[in-house]
């Protein structure tokens, strides 16, 4: 079992992991019936759909890295080096994970986690920060997590298998005023998922 399947039913309990959020993220503009003043958009660094979900993907290919790095350190219930690329629900998301691992006494060993999109599954759309609009600024990955090179013990020292690969997906926000993308929503779509098998 992986690290992240050893604690997601108990995440996925939690609900709303997707819902967080902070009143200066960057979110989608809603529709009006009404009329309202159109924001000057805020230039990004991308110009195209294609090239905003290549720029959030190097962030969500870090996101699972320095996620790796946490679970393998001295103490993988502090989730700080994350906040280099997560924010809002992700962030509270892998807390909650790491959490749960600590208290099962669930330790991982040796492994890493293995990030790939699923072909043309993957958006971007206009996002809003400070009542500007941001051309290509939400992005939302549809992607395979492999963990099947993560072992993990359990309480009793046992060596516990790993699991997957499983369909997640993540949603990434442009923060013009750092000019940098961050995870914001992380979830698990399916278990063991057909789309994913090797």
């Known amino acids: 079992m992986n690290k992240r399947a ?24 809603p529709s009006s019936a009404s009329p ?19 720029a959030a993907n190097e962030v969500a290919l870090e996101f699972f890295r320095i996620w790796d790095e946490v679970t393998l350190s001295e103490d993988p219930t502090d989730v700080s080096p994350m906040e280099e690329v997560a924010r809002d629900a992700a962030l509270d998301t892998v ?3 790491q959490n749960s691992d600590a208290e099962a006494g669930i330790t991982i060993t040796k492994g ?3 990030w790939s999109l699923l072909d043309g599954q993957s958006f971007a759309s206009e996002s809003t920060f400070a009542g500007e609009k941001v051309p290509f600024g939400a992005v939302t990955l549809f992607g395979c997590a492999d963990y099947s090179d ?3 013990k359990d309480a009793a020292g046992e060596e516990v298998p790993p699991l997957g690969p499983w369909k997640d997906q993540l949603t ?3 923060w013009p005023d750092e000019e940098r993308w961050y995870v914001t929503g992380f979830d698990t779509l399916q278990d063991e998922s ?3 098998a090797p």
């Open 6 to 29: 050893m604690t997601m039913a108990g995440a996925l309990l939690l609900g709303g992991l997707m819902l967080a959020g902070c009143s200066d993220a960057p979110s989608v503009a």
């Open 36 to 54: 309202t003043p159109t924001p000057t958009p805020t230039k990004t660094a991308v110009t195209t759909q294609d090239e905003a979900i290549a």
């Open 95 to 97: 807390q909650n994970i």
């Open 112 to 114: 890493g986690t293995k």
């Open 150 to 152: 993560t072992v993990g």
């Open 172 to 174: 990434l926000a442009y």
């Open 194 to 196: 057909d789309e994913c």
